[in-house]
């Protein structure tokens, strides 16, 4: 067994920037900026939350966490963060432990290269 291998798991994060677009011309640009980093904010809070959740077997409040995240990550663009975080809620409330461990572990993922494509596009004029 001298040859191991490490799996490093990534996720191809995309943005939809029509969302976006859509968004900054509905509102005023300064208030669509702080809608958005305010969105941001929360979806790392709830990040954090459900990971804690997790930990403390608390599946009925992970199933909602999870479930609150869907319509903020799709207000900003976030479409795939969405998805997984649907597929969190929907393992935590199937009580499938395995799978809930992948699907979580893939939302930390995925959100986190969120959240960093959206900072990053803050850069960009939208």
Known sequence: MTNIKKIRPSETV???RDRLNALYSEMDPVAAEDMVCRAMEELALRMSHCDRLYRADKLDELHKSS????????QIGMEGMARVASDVSECAAAGDRTALAAT???LLRTGEGSLSAIWDLQD???
Do not use: C, E, H, Q
């Open 124 to 126: 960009i004029t939208i």
């Open 67 to 74: 479930k609150s995240m869907i319509a903020i990550a799709d």
């Open 104 to 106: 979580l572990s893939r």
């Open 14 to 16: 995309n943005v939809n």
